[in-house]
């Protein structure tokens, strides 16, 4: 329990009969209430307030500022300056004379915003002439006394959900269980190396943080779900300084369902706190990563709380002088499909290397399953990774060379290698054609065919095409995502490997995906993710019918007849383009696995990093992902 100074004799306030000061040195007490209320706001009282109420006042308001969280406070002036007479600071049992200014007081608070009051300062002469302000409980609110103190209570309102493309909820409050240490109860050669063990978390940043903190406090180290944590109990207890906590957060169906979109909620930490908004708090379970970040602000709503005048003794409330309401988020609505997005989970689940497999409906860019895999993985490779596209982006060539009169019947040649402006090129694992129509060549992905026509095409004919593709468009999708990138071609060379997605070109899996899309829709079309944020729309004019039904022949024949045929994919109706991509240094050159295409109005593109040939590892994940929705058409 802690004391405060009380009034001297009767409160300044009850006092009648003040009027504004007309003798005395009125100026030199306004410039103590001045003096007192910048001291106030930068946090410290100093010299300004009369040295027989100093010890209280300092006490009082680290106190009261602790107990409301304030973590600014404005204090000026407000009104006029009133001065009492001789009787009324006789009362009192001042020295000298005494004086009233009202002050505005407007607190920051932590987690609930603005409070603003008015209270008032007294002010004294003492004996030797000095004005100081003479602190009460009532300088820090008129409600207070000596016998009572603040107190303060903050509610948060239940978390919004992110919602599928039906208005049906992706993520709500899931129970889960909060790990964490208590310092002081740690034994730091010991601790920090078994929770590496059993929860794989940096041991070092964990020991930096638990020895910055109070001894006492809880410092978190991983959330859990229930089924996960039961699972790690036994091993956990065993810990020493290990503690825990029961709370519910706002999770997804599984830890790994459109995680890299969705995003985590955590505890709050210092890096998150910074984008949560001015509302949120130390404790607070905040949006870490995905849309639950990005939208924090409108899933969490804003909190309520109140703060209350209290008996001291027995903490019963004595009036009210602060509250306000919980404003409830609000739901977000994402094109997500659960039934496309769980069968793009089930396809990369099984993957020994990183994979990203995106699907979009064609006729409109809406996205409705990104996964990334395999495991638990926040970083959303379907939309931001950028790599060489390959083969996959023969769609986009091929189709300039179509536009330029180039015929699916034409005869071509496709030797394993050949060389163009002094450059050498080849086939994938070295393979050759015999002289056969360019819908062959196409199927089985032939390299030499596509980068020897490379001087067909005039100076910015495959530039043009990708922006008729809408590569390099500028999306607005409520998450970071990439369009791609097809520079202008330096020279002759610069343009072949441009022609088979090597050389400068850049695509992300989403990006790919829409070049399918564009295949099969005619036109292409900006993805949408948030409808009702950024409803999307056509990317560009549509493809003049002829190009788009002879591509649509050769992204066919490629599972009919060519590199994908193997797979034998679900299907009358797929269509589809198989890609390996080259990347760094190495001889030979490591590749990425690519295959993009559609069935129905689901356009898809999968990426399986570092992973080898398209149709041979892609492949497999697009079969399993176009099996996994054949109900669903």
Known sequence: MRTRLAAAVVAFGTLSGAAACTSGPPEEASRAVRAFAEAWSSGTLGATVDARTAKAAGRDLAADTHAVRA?????????????????QAAKLKADGKVCRQPLAITHSLVGLGTWRYTTAAEVREDDQGRW???WTPQTFHPKLTAATSLHLERELPARASIVDHAGKPLTKETPVVRVG?????????????????????????????????DPTYFVDVLTLREPAYQKARARLDAIPGVVTREDTMSLGPSSSFARGVLGVVAPATADSLKNAGPLAADGDAVGASGLQAAYQKQLAGSPGGRIDVVRTADDHRVTTVFSRKPVPGKPLRTTLDPDVQNAAEDAVAGQAKPTALVAVRAGTGEVLA?????????????????YPPGSTFKVVSVSALLA??????DMVTCPSDTSVGGKHFKNAYDFSLPDGP???????SCNTTVVERARDLDDGELVAMAERFGIGTKWKLGLPAYSGSVPEPRDLVDLAASMIGQGRVQMSPLGMALVAATVDAGRPYKP??????????????????????????LMRAVVATGSAKELDLPGPDVYAKTGTAEYGSDDPPRTHAWMIGYRGDIAFAVLVEDGGAGGKDAGPVARSFLRG?????
């Open 438 to 444: 360019m819908t062959d060549a196409f199927a089985h």
């Open 528 to 553: 949408v993710l948030l409808p009702d944020v950024a409803p999307g729309g056509p990317a560009g004019d549509k493809l003049p019918a002829g190009l788009v039904t002879r591509m649509r022949g």
């Open 404 to 409: 330029d009169g180039l015929r699916p019947g």
């Open 71 to 87: 973590r600014k406070t404005s204090v000026r002036p407000a009104g006029e300056l009133t001065c009492l007479d001789s009787d």
């Open 181 to 213: 240490v208590e310092p002081r109860r740690v034994k730091p050669d010991v601790t920090y190396a078994k929770l590496r063990q059993v929860l794989d978390v940096d041991p070092n940043a964990l020991r930096r943080r638990a020895e910055a903190a």
């Open 132 to 134: 100081k302000v003479w």
């Open 629 to 633: 929705i054949n109900f669903l058409e």
């Open 370 to 386: 990104a996964a990334n895999g395999p495991g638990v993985t926040s970083y959303n490779r379907a939309f931001v990774g950028r």
